[in-house]
C-alpha cells in the first residue's frame, strides 16, 4: 500500500497536478473579490465560504486522473491477481490524493485570506478547518472517480456526483468559521465519515468497473 500511495503522489507531483489545484484555487479567490466588490467588510464576513467552495472545486479538477488511468492501463488488474483488494486501492488513492493536493492548498491560503480580507483569527480557524475537512474531500473525489471511471464526459458527470455529496462538508466547513471549536466538531464528525465510507463504495465501484 506504501508503495501504491507513493506511486501516486509522485505522479500528483510529477505531472503539475498540485501546481494546477493551486492555480486554480487563488483563480477562484481573485475572482470573487471582482465580482462581489471591494467592499472589506463583505470580503471579511463571506471570505471564509469562498476559500471552501474553492477548496472544493480544486478537489474536483484532477478527478479523472484519480481512478480511471489505472483501471484502462489494467494496474488495478494487476494489484487484484496480487491480492490488493479495491477497497485497499481506493483507500491508497485518497491518501495519495490528500497528499498531493492538501498541503499545497493550505499553503496557498494564506494569500488567499489576504486578497479576502480575512483576519488572523479567522484565517486560522479556515486552516484548521480544512486541515480537518480535505480528507473527506479527497475521499469523495476519489469516489467520484471510480464512479464516473469509463464513462463519457466524465468530468461533466463527476461534477453532478460530487458537487451534491460535498454540500454537508461545505455547510459545515463554512460554518466552523464562526462556530469555533464546536463547528470543527461537526465538521470532523462529517469529514470522518467520508473518509472512511468513501474508499468503500469506491472499492465497490471499481470491482464492478473490473468485471
Do not use: C
Not at 474531500?137 to 461533466?156: E, H, I, K, M, S
Request: net charge neutral; no cysteine.
Amino acid at each position: 500500500m506504501g508503495a501504491l500511495v507513493w506511486r501516486d503522489v509522485r505522479r500528483g507531483y510529477a505531472g503539475g497536478g498540485a501546481t494546477l489545484v493551486v492555480a486554480f484555487f487563488l483563480l477562484v479567490t481573485v475572482l470573487f473579490p471582482f465580482a462581489i466588490g471591494p467592499d472589506a467588510a463583505l470580503l471579511a464576513r463571506v471570505g471564509g465560504g469562498i476559500v471552501w467552495a474553492a477548496a472544493l472545486l480544486a478537489a474536483l479538477l484532477p478527478v479523472e486522473r484519480l481512478v480511471a488511468p489505472d483501471l484502462e492501463a489494467g494496474v488495478v488488474d494487476q494489484l487484484a491477481v496480487r491480492g490488493v483488494s479495491p477497497v485497499t486501492i481506493a483507500a491508497a488513492k485518497t491518501l495519495a490524493h490528500w497528499i498531493a493536493f492538501a498541503p499545497p492548498l493550505l499553503l496557498a491560503t494564506i494569500p488567499a485570506a489576504a486578497l479576502l480580507n480575512l483576519s488572523g483569527d479567522r484565517l486560522a480557524l479556515v486552516a484548521a478547518g480544512l486541515a480537518i475537512g480535505t480528507p473527506g474531500l479527497a475521499a469523495l473525489a476519489v469516489t467520484t472517480g471510480a464512479l464516473v471511471a469509463g464513462l463519457r464526459g466524465a468530468g461533466a458527470v463527476a461534477g453532478l456526483v460530487m458537487l451534491p455529496l460535498a454540500v454537508p462538508l461545505l455547510i459545515f466547513g463554512a460554518g466552523a468559521i464562526d462556530g469555533g471549536a464546536g463547528g470543527l466538531k461537526l465538521l470532523a464528525a462529517v469529514s470522518l465519515l467520508l473518509t472512511v465510507g468513501g474508499p468503500i463504495v469506491a472499492g465497490a465501484a471499481i470491482r464492478m468497473a473490473m468485471e
